[in-house]
């Protein structure tokens, strides 16, 4: 079993940043495969961005490309999204999850693990 726990959430104003994290246990997370998703009031979760196990290959939603990263820390067990220039319609809430295999996808139902979530609003 894995237990992931997002952090890192919260109300920007449209243009600010924010860094969320993931931290996972009662597993290593260095053998697998990440990812972001959201999902907004009334939508449906929506991949974000995803990172394989090795972190050489990472993908991104055409919505977030250049101006979200994503990036591992297998040493702390944790995942980041960094996330700049953000926009009101970023907001939604997030979450990571982790899928049992080396190499990425953007399907969600090929995640195995998922957090709660964390929360982001972005204003105008």
């Known amino acids: 079993q894995v237990q992931l726990v997002e952090s890192g959430g919260g109300s920007v104003q449209a243009g600010d940043s924010l860094r969320l994290s993931c931290a996972g246990s009662?597993?290593?997370?260095?053998?697998?495969?990440l990812g972001w998703f959201r999902q907004g009031t009334g939508r449906n979760r929506e991949f974000v961005a995803s990172?394989?196990?090795?972190?050489?290959?990472?993908k991104f939603a055409d919505s977030v490309k250049g101006r979200f990263t994503i990036g591992r820390d297998n040493a702390k067990n944790t995942m980041y999204l960094q996330m700049n220039d953000l926009k009101p319609e970023d907001t939604a809430m997030y979450y990571c999850?982790?899928?049992?295999?080396?190499?990425?996808?953007?399907?969600?139902?090929?995640?195995?693990?998922w957090g709660r979530g964390t929360q982001v609003t972005v204003s105008s």
């Open positions: 999850a982790v899928r049992i295999a080396r190499y990425y996808t953007t399907d969600p139902s090929r995640f195995d693990y």
């Open positions: 009662g597993q290593t997370l260095s053998r697998n495969a």
């Open positions: 990172i394989s196990q090795g972190g050489e290959i990472s």
